[in-house]
């Protein structure tokens, strides 16, 4: 069974891919995959992207293409979850696309024709993927996230919203969460991986670590994150997720 990795960013996807033994690589749609083995396991590290559209066409590419078993994306997002700090980890149990709305046709944030708004992450595969993140928080955490300010960083497990928006202002997480109060937080692909993961019936996972809280100082550090916490905690909970399956 192979799994398949996506990440938006190429920071969010290095440090991992630094650790695939390649046996080939190739490119589709301008996307280029690399197959071989992570930690005893056959898998696939695409880079997508920002955005649904983005998200929704490398799936679709994998899913249709290769005999993917499971598919994980992982990546980075805004905290808007009261106590959802920069720092922390979210696994997403359920997504959805804060900015689809077909009303007054169909239900505020249902995807037409489908009758879902909300999308259910495998159980299993995130339940993994908490225990391990709360194992690498525990034993080995990034050492910049001390450079952040952050000293007790948590691993949170609940509704992850989509958009094609970077959110970065008070005012429209405010609204996000007065519409939608279970959001922890706030990213560009993961409900579009979701729905692409549904129509073909397959597991998927949804790991961000938390760069920002959405807010006017979204942006800032935002390269830096990157590359010295999200790239490393990418690495640390997925590595630890396959030793432990
Ligand atoms: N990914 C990381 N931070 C984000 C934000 N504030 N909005 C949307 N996507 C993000």
């Not at 939608?180 to 922890?184: F, K, R, S, T, V």
């Given at each position: 069974m192979t799994l398949a990795i996506v990440s938006a960013l190429p920071d969010e996807l290095a440090a991992l891919q630094a650790r695939l033994d390649v046996d080939h690589t190739q490119t589709l749609a301008g996307r280029t995959l690399h197959r071989g083995r992570l930690a005893g396991h056959d898998a696939i590290l695409v880079l997508c992207g920002v955005g649904k559209v983005a998200a929704a066409t490398t799936t679709a590419l994998l899913l249709d293409r290769f005999d993917v078993g499971e598919l994980l994306f992982t990546g980075v997002a805004g905290g808007i979850g009261p106590g959802v700090a920069v720092g922390d980890v979210v696994v997403a149990d359920t997504l959805l696309q804060h900015d689809m709305d077909a009303s007054p046709l169909f239900p505020r944030w249902e995807v037409p024709l489908t009758g879902l708004s909300r999308f259910a992450a495998d159980g299993a595969l995130s339940a993994r993927l908490a225990r391990a993140a709360a194992q690498v928080l525990r034993e080995a955490p990034p050492p910049a996230l001390r450079e952040f300010g952050v000293q007790a960083p948590r691993v949170h497990t609940g509704l992850v919203i989509s958009g094609d928006r970077f959110v970065s202002s008070h005012a429209e997480v405010d609204t996000l969460r007065a519409e939608?109060?279970?959001?922890?937080a706030v990213e560009m692909e993961g409900a579009a991986v979701a729905q692409v993961c549904h129509d073909f019936g397959r597991p998927f996972a949804v790991l961000r670590s938390i760069s920002d809280r959405a807010d006017d100082a979204a942006h800032v550090d935002f390269p830096r994150f990157l590359r010295q916490v999200a790239a490393p905690y990418s690495r640390d909970i997925v590595l630890a997720a396959l030793q432990a399956g």
């Open positions: 939608l109060p279970d959001a922890l």
